[in-house]
């Protein structure tokens, strides 16, 4: 059975970091480019980093260039997301999702990823 299970989020102060992981069970993740959105209540579930299988190539929404670093254990079946710097409209459920294809080509539609977890909820808040 395959399962994306992310953990990490939390509350945290502006300013602060977190790190959220994506572990992977039931298939290899290193054959997948893996991506991470972000969906904040009332708004829709939006592209925040992708990296490709090998994690040679990298993509990042404007919004959160230069705070959060995607990257990935292989070996570890695991993706990680990085985040520094927190702001408050960082606030959302963070999910990862797993392509059919090794690439970030069409990282930002939906409909590019086979697999999807259930979410960790990142609340950015003084």
């Known amino acids: 059975q395959v399962q994306l299970v992310e953990s990490g989020g939390g509350l945290v102060q502006p300013g602060g970091s977190l790190r959220v992981s994506c572990a992977a069970s039931g298939f290899t993740l290193g054959n997948s480019a893996i991506a991470w959105f972000s969906q904040a209540p009332g708004k829709e579930r939006e592209g925040v980093s992708c990296?490709?299988?090998?994690?040679?190539?990298?993509y990042y929404a404007d919004s959160v260039k230069d705070r959060f670093t995607i990257s990935r254990d292989n070996a570890k079946n695991t993706v990680y997301l990085q985040m520094n710097s927190l702001k408050p409209e960082d606030t959302a459920v963070y999910y990862c999702a797993a392509a059919q294809v090794n690439i970030c080509g069409r990282w930002l539609a939906r409909n590019t990823y086979a697999f999807w977890g259930q979410g960790t909820q990142v609340s950015v808040s003084s």
């Open positions: 990296i490709s299988s090998s994690g040679v190539t990298t």
